[in-house]
């Protein structure tokens, strides 16, 4: 089931990649139309964005989405000795190089890995989860992290990031675009066109842009949904192959699933690879798009092997 899963995530990669570059072609096609009188512009402009955010995150994935997270790495073992050790211990249980180790000065406790693959890979711990675990369950916890690493969940998690910064960026400029377009006539075209139907398609395509500019944000939600609840049950289980202790990681989710305080400072796009919720509710509706199953579940899960 492992390597079939490590092979779903790399197939899953191309799938991500090719429908939402399609969406975001779209999104392109109506910038063209309402502010170029050129579709072709307008598509080649957003997928020219997407492909920048894209290979500069895939290629700098660890340094971008650490530097997103305001993560600072530990360079040697004196730094943070039982963090040092028992992710290189487990990263030579799971076969894969020893990633590189970060700690965000956050006393809300979580973690998460990132990079595009085994060879490239990072985890990181808050401050306050570091404090907050004892050895057993900061292992628990890294054997989590570093089975995304060995099942190349950190791949999907990275296109996902990428993707999502991407349509959050055009859904700003499409949102900032839109007013100047709507206080200025759309560039001139509408002056230049004062066909009835020419008048209509400008209207539906207004209404369409402001509808992107509205909803690209929780499109970039629905990105983040790549990643399924799924992989979150396997990294459990596959964590608690590389520990053969259970109870670690069953007593770490114990522990967040009590803490109610949020991180200080979350990027949007990298919220979902978390252990656990970054952001404690405070958004309502992404309970309706959450990515990570509840803690409890997983917690019964757990008990049950």
Known sequence: MLYQQIA???RKTYVVFAI??????LIGWVVGKLFFNNALSGIVIALAITLFYAFTIYFQSTSVVMQMNRAQPIKNVE?????????EDLSLVAHVPQPDIYIIDDPS?????????????AVAVTSGLYQLMDREELEGVLGHE?????????????????????????????????????????GGDTDRDNSRNGNILQIVLYIVGLLFAIIGPIIATIVRLAISRNR???????GVELTRNPQGLINALKKL?????????????????????????????????DTHPPLADRIQRLERM
């Open 79 to 87: 730094q943070a000795p039982d963090l040092w050790h028992i992710v």
């Open 8 to 10: 779903r995530n790399k």
């Open 109 to 121: 406790p979580n973690a998460f890995a990132t990079g595009r693959d085994p060879q490239h890979a």
């Open 146 to 186: 570093i089975s995304h690493i060995r099942n190349y969940d950190i791949r999907v998690s990275t296109i996902s990031v990428a993707l999502s910064s991407a349509i959050i960026f055009i859904s700003s400029m499409l949102g900032n675009m839109y007013r100047w377009g709507w206080l200025f006539g759309g």
């Open 257 to 289: 699933e009590q803490v109610t305080q949020p991180m200080q400072h979350v990027d949007d796009a990298s919220a979902a690879l978390y252990i656990t919720d970054p952001q404690k509710g405070k958004h309502s509706l992404q309970q309706l798009f």
């Open 20 to 25: 939402f570059f399609a969406l975001l072609g």
């Open 232 to 238: 979150e049950y396997l990294a459990d289980a596959s």
